[in-house]
């Protein structure tokens, strides 16, 4: 499905200790691909707050504010 609607997305790269934290993706169109923790930007929502909420979503880590 192709849509000309624009989608807002928040991805985020976390460093630490030399490392890099990704998730694998378990969607139908993307199961076992890896990828930074990520997605849509909420109607309304700030970038930073869309940024924190995926990664607490995907991750369990809550990034400081």
């Known amino acids: 499905m192709i849509s000309s609607e624009k989608v807002l997305v928040a991805s985020v790269s976390i ?7 990704l998730i694998q ?5 993307a199961r076992n691909v ?6 849509r930007i909420e109607l309304g929502e700030d970038i930073q707050d869309a940024a924190r909420r995926e990664v607490k979503e995907e991750t369990g ?4 504010g």
């Not at 460093?15 to 934290?21: A, C, I, P, W």
């Not at 993706?25 to 169109?29: A, D, M, S, T």
């Not at 890896?34 to 997605?39: A, T």
């Open 15 to 21: 460093l630490r200790d030399g490392q890099v934290l």
């Open 34 to 39: 890896w990828n930074f923790p990520s997605g």
């Open 25 to 29: 993706e378990n969607k139908p169109i």
């Open 61 to 64: 880590y809550e990034l400081p």
